[in-house]
C-alpha cells in the first residue's frame, strides 16, 4: 500500500455489510474527487435520494508554481498531492455519514471518480514515488493532474508516429492524443526523469490508484483505460509502436499499464479492514471498479439513451454521450466501446478551461470597486459579474473571445493554444468582458456539437450538470448560442451521485447501471430555452467565433505558438 498503509492498508475480507441493509434502508457513498476538494455523498439506494454530504479540501490543491523543496515550477506543469486523496477519505466520508444521520452498518457500496487524466508513477504495492524517501522534490514523482500541459511536444511525437505508422486507434481519438492523457505524460517522465521511470513499477490512473487504496487490489477500469489509455479492441499500442517512440518504451504498456481492465459497475473487491476503519464504514462492502467524473455523471441524469450528452460544466467541461454504432469524430477525446455504460459506444469531447477562465478573469482582471459592491452586498465577486453581465443585451459589447486560456482539447486538441479577445476598446467595461468569455464557452460547446453531428453521430438532448449550473445568466447563454433548450441535471451532485449509483449495481442491489439510473438518476427538462432573437445575434457572433477559431487554430497564423516559445525562452534564460 502506499505511504497511508497504517490508515487505509489491509486484505480485503469477504463481502460484509448488513444483508438486511439491502432493502430500502440500503444507502451507498459516492465520492467525486475534483481539482481542488473530494466530496462525499451518502444516497439511498431504492430511489436515489441524497441524505448526506460533505467536503474535504485539498490541502496542496494545484501544485502549479513551486514545489517544496525543488523551487519554481516551469510554465503549464500541475501535480497534486495523494496524500491529500486519502486525507479526503478520511475527512469527508465519516462526515457524510453523520451528516445523513444513517447507521453506517446501512451502507452496502462505495465507489468513486477522479478527474482525468491524472496520472501517477508507483511501486508494485501502490506506493507513490513522491511519498519514498528522499523523492519528495522531484516533480515527476507526483501525480500530473488533467490539467498538466507540460508533455505537449511527447504528444506531437506520439500522434506523428501513429500516422506514420497508420495506427488503426488514432482516428478514434479524432487523429489526436492529448497532451492531458496517460501516454503523452508517461513519455514526459521517461525523457525527463527517465531514472524515475525506471523506478516505477505502475503507470495508474488516480481513479483507479485510489480503489487500490479502498479494497487492496490493483484493477484498471475501462473508461480511464478506453479515453486516457489508448486501450482499444482489448489491448493497448503495440510494443512496436512504442519502440518507434522510443526504444526505452517499448514495455511500457506490458509492464507499467499490466492488468486486467473491468467494466464499469464491476466489483473492484471488499473495502479493507484498514479503509473501513478510516472511512467509518463497515468492511467488507462493496467497492466498484473506478472512473471519471464526467463519464460516471450520464447515470446520474436519469435515462440513458444514445444522443443524450450530457455537458460536465467545472473548471473544465467535458461532454459525454452514448451512441448505438462506432464513428470517428475529429478534435473529439475518445470513443470507447462501453466507456460509459455497457453495450453502447460512449463519446468524449470536451474544453480544457471554463470555469478556470471566469476564475482567472475574476482574480486578475476587475477594479476594485467591483469587489467592494459584492462585498456591501454580501455576495461573491463572480456572482456580481454573473448578474451585470447577464443584464446585457447579446451583442452590445462588441467583443468576441476564443476559450482557449487553457489550451483547447476539443475540437484541436492543442495545448499550445491560448485565449484571445478581439474588440476591445477604452470604453470597454469588466462586465462586458466577462460576458464574453462566457459567451465564448458557449460558442466551443457549439463548436463541439455542430462537428458530432457533422461526423453523423447527432445530439438530441443536451444536458448540463456541474458547479457552473448555478449560473442562470450562463446557462441562458448556452441555450441561445446552441439555438437547444437545456435540460439540468436534478442533483447538484451529479458525479457523486453516479458513483454511489455504480456502488449500487456493484453491491448488486441493481442489475446493470442503466436500470439502476432510471430509478437513482434524474433531470429536469428544457430548464432554459433558447430565445430567437439572442439566438439570431449568436448566429452572426458564433461565424466571427469560428473564423478567429481557425485562423489562430488552424495554422493560418501561428502566433500563439511563437508567443509560447518566447514565453518559454525567456523563462529558462531566468533560470540560468
Not at 66 to 73: D, M, Q
Not at 149 to 161: L, S, T
Not at 354 to 378: H, K, L, Q, S
Amino acid at each position: 500500500m502506499n505511504g497511508d498503509a497504517d490508515a487505509m492498508g489491509g486484505d480485503a475480507d469477504a463481502m460484509g455489510g448488513d444483508a438486511d441493509a439491502m432493502g430500502g434502508d440500503a444507502y451507498v457513498v459516492g465520492v467525486d474527487f475534483g481539482t481542488l476538494s473530494a466530496r462525499a455523498l451518502v444516497v439511498r439506494v431504492s430511489d436515489g435520494a441524497e441524505a448526506g454530504t460533505a467536503v474535504s479540501e485539498y490541502a496542496h490543491g494545484v501544485i502549479d508554481r513551486s514545489l517544496a523543496g525543488h523551487g519554481e515550477l516551469p510554465p503549464d506543469w500541475a501535480l497534486q498531492d495523494p496524500g491529500d486523496y486519502t486525507a479526503a477519505l478520511r475527512e469527508a466520508v465519516p462526515a457524510a455519514v453523520r451528516n445523513a444521520g444513517v447507521d453506517p452498518a446501512q451502507v452496502i457500496g462505495i465507489a468513486t471518480d477522479f478527474t482525468a487524466s491524472t496520472c501517477l508513477p508507483v511501486l508494485a504495492d501502490g506506493t507513490p514515488l513522491c511519498q519514498l524517501p528522499g523523492l519528495a522534490a522531484r516533480p515527476h514523482a507526483y501525480p500530473k493532474l488533467w490539467k498538466h500541459h507540460a508533455a505537449q511536444p511527447h504528444a506531437d511525437r506520439i500522434n506523428a508516429v501513429a500516422h506514420d505508422r497508420a495506427e488503426k486507434w488514432i482516428g478514434r481519438y479524432g487523429g489526436k492524443i492529448s497532451s492531458e492523457w496517460q501516454f503523452a505524460k508517461a513519455l514526459q517522465l521517461l525523457d525527463e526523469d527517465p531514472g524515475l521511470y525506471q523506478r516505477a513499477d505502475r503507470w495508474i490512473e488516480a481513479a483507479d490508484w485510489i480503489i487500490w487504496q479502498l479494497c487492496g487490489t490493483e484493477t484498471r477500469n475501462a473508461c480511464t483505460a478506453g479515453y486516457k489509455g489508448i486501450y482499444q479492441d482489448g489491448g493497448y499500442p503495440s510494443r512496436e509502436y512504442l519502440a518507434a517512440l522510443d526504444p526505452r518504451f517499448a514495455s511500457f504498456a506490458e509492464s507499467k499499464l499490466a492488468g486486467p481492465v473491468s467494466p464499469l459497475g464491476a466489483l473492484a473487491g471488499g473495502l479493507t479492514p484498514a479503509a473501513a476503519a478510516a472511512c467509518g464504514l463497515p468492511a467488507g462492502i462493496a467497492v466498484a471498479v473506478g472512473n471519471v467524473d464526467a463519464h460516471v455523471t450520464v447515470p446520474a441524469a436519469g435515462p440513458v439513451a444514445p444522443g443524450k450528452m450530457v455537458a460536465i460544466m467545472g473548471t473544465s467541461t467535458c461532454h459525454v454521450m452514448n451512441g448505438a454504432g462506432l464513428a470517428e469524430v475529429p478534435g473529439m477525446c475518445g470513443v470507447v466501446d462501453g466507456g460509459i455504460v455497457a453495450g453502447l459506444w460512449g463519446y468524449e469531447a470536451g474544453q480544457s478551461g471554463v470555469g478556470d477562465i471566469f476564475a482567472w478573469f475574476t482574480a486578475n482582471g476587475v477594479p476594485g470597486e467591483f469587489a467592494a459592491a459584492a462585498r456591501r452586498r454580501g455576495v461573491s465577486l463572480q456572482q456580481l459579474l454573473d448578474e451585470q453581465a447577464g443584464a446585457l443585451p447579446a451583442g452590445s459589447h462588441g467583443l468576441i473571445a476564443l476559450d482557449w486560456e487553457g489550451g483547447n482539447r476539443s475540437v484541436l486538441v492543442d495545448g499550445r493554444l491560448s485565449g484571445a479577445i478581439v474588440g476591445l476598446t477604452l470604453a470597454t467595461t469588466a462586465p462586458e468582458i466577462y460576458r464574453a468569455l462566457l459567451e465564448s464557452t458557449a460558442f466551443g460547446t457549439r463548436m463541439i456539437t455542430d462537428t458530432f453531428r457533422a461526423s453523423g453521430v447527432p445530439v438530441t438532448e443536451l444536458v448540463v450538470a456541474g458547479g457552473l449550473i448555478k449560473s442562470a445568466p450562463l446557462m441562458q447563454i448556452y441555450a441561445d448560442v446552441t439555438r437547444r433548450p437545456l435540460s439540468v441535471i436534478g442533483s447538484g451532485q451529479g458525479p457523486a451521485l453516479g458513483s454511489a449509483i455504480h456502488a449500487a449495481v456493484a453491491a448488486g442491489a441493481y442489475p446493470d447501471v442503466p436500470a439502476a439510473a432510471a430509478v437513482m438518476g434524474r433531470e429536469d427538462r428544457d430548464v432554459y430555452r433558447p430565445d430567437p432573437a439572442r439566438a439570431d445575434i449568436y448566429d452572426e457572433l458564433y461565424a466571427e467565433y469560428v473564423r478567429l477559431h481557425d485562423y489562430f487554430g488552424r495554422g493560418t497564423n501561428e502566433v500563439m505558438y511563437r508567443l509560447r516559445a518566447i514565453r518559454d525562452r525567456a523563462w529558462e534564460a531566468r533560470g540560468r
